[in-house]
């Protein structure tokens, strides 16, 4: 691997003070037409609660993403929570709200949070999924253009970065193929069955040069923190998951805005603050969990954190080296090409880190201790990092 990126200078941090006491996903993900989006939020946070061993009413913080949005769900679970957040900016909001929940427990406006997450992507039952208003940039800038939703915002990046680099179909269809490799060891995967890059590139073409197997699920789920200080958690049931670093940023909020289509700014500068603050370097870590929306997110995450250096993460990933029995495991739940993907991501690449640093997992990955989740907002508008793990720093 190659070495780190530039970071800033490491700040002062209390080493992992505040942690993950509880976390769970709704009983059942993939399609659910019986949840509305409310149900999946409510569903998710009871079980964050029972799994932390607390009570409802030990929750005095809580934060999630607008539509229904917190103020809805703390209604509905019959808790007044004395912090709130209702940060939104896309699949990476929550590793948002776990950064935004560590400042707040450290200052003392509360002392448990709860973040949820609950999206009816599938079905559509619960809040109207419109289009992007007349006035908003993208509507006006993009979209005359044919640049309109993920598929044919993302490939735009993607071409650039396949022109650069060299990056072969063959390389990019096996990101899939890797992943599949994991999700097969996962009870609760959509999709387990295994894949060959042959099939990758047969599946119907979506978006050059994006097949079907290299774009994400669309499903139904949901999940939920319960966040707390490491004191508090002493006397709970769960193995505690230490938050080591925190990380946020954003680049632009149009596709073709980006500094170069070929790296995401903001996954370097969210991943290296989040890096600086956990004082931790590359070989400390022993599971990844990377945004997969579609195919080559993944290889971005690789490149822009510094774990391979530029053009090298297809050829990183083809050899093996992220699959089970690979180096550096990766997306271990199967990803949002194989487990779910709601339309929000983010929470399910907490949730796994969470299992694998409690050695919970279905696709348990022996001996890790440190775990980086990496989510991405938008279209590369935005990106959350995360540093968590089962010690103290």
């Not at 190659?2 to 505040?18: C, I, L, Y």
């Not at 957040?85 to 909001?93: L, Y």
């Not at 193929?177 to 387990?192: F, G, I, L, S, T």
């Amino acid at each position: 691997m190659s070495g780190p990126t530039a970071r800033p200078a490491a700040r002062q941090t209390n080493g992992g003070d505040v942690v993950i006491a509880g976390a769970a996903e709704t009983d059942a993900v993939g399609v659910l037409p019986e949840h509305s989006t409310l149900r999946l939020h409510v569903e998710g946070a009871r079980n964050a609660v029972a799994d932390a061993g607390l009570r409802m009413s030990d929750i005095d913080g809580i934060a999630s993403v607008s539509a229904p949005g917190p103020i809805q769900v703390a209604h509905a679970l019959g808790i007044r929570p004395r912090w709130i957040d209702g940060t939104g900016v896309g699949g990476t909001s929550f590793l948002l709200h776990v950064r935004h929940a560590v400042a707040a427990i450290r200052a003392g406006h509360a002392s448990t949070i709860l973040v949820t997450h609950g999206e009816s992507g599938k079905s559509r039952v619960g809040p109207a999924y419109g289009m992007l208003p007349p006035s908003s940039p993208n509507a006006q800038f993009e979209a005359p253009y044919g640049v309109l939703g993920p598929p044919t915002m993302f490939t735009i990046p993607l071409l650039r970065y396949m022109k650069e680099f060299g990056l072969t179909p063959e390389q990019l269809a096996y990101v899939p193929v890797a992943q599949r490799k994991w999700a097969a060891r996962n009870p609760r995967a959509r999709y387990r069955e295994p894949i060959t890059v042959e099939d990758v590139l047969n599946s119907r073409m979506i978006s050059y040069p994006l097949h079907l197997l290299e774009c994400c699920l669309v499903t139904d789920g949901g999940g939920a923190l319960v966040i707390t200080s490491a004191e508090r958690a002493r006397d709970l049931p769960q193995p505690p998951v230490h938050i080591l670093g925190t990380g946020e940023t954003f680049e632009s909020p149009l596709i073709s805005q980006m500094e170069d289509f070929t790296t995401s700014a903001a996954f370097r500068r969210s991943s290296a603050e989040a890096f600086a603050e956990a004082g931790i370097s590359h070989g400390d870590v022993d599971h990844l969990m990377i945004y997969d929306a579609f195919a080559h997110v993944p290889i971005y995450g690789l490149e822009d954190m510094g774990f391979v250096g530029r053009g090298e993460a297809g050829a990183f990933i083809a050899e093996g080296n992220t699959e089970p029995g690979g180096r550096l495991p990766l997306n271990t739940n199967g990803g949002g090409l194989s487990y779910t993907h709601t339309g929000m991501y983010g929470m399910f690449l907490i949730q796994e880190s969470v299992r694998q640093l409690r050695g919970q997992a279905a696709a348990q990955v022996p001996g890790v201790e440190v775990s980086v989740a990496l989510g991405n907002g938008g279209m590369f508008m935005a990106a959350g990092t995360l540093v968590l793990s089962n010690r103290t720093a």
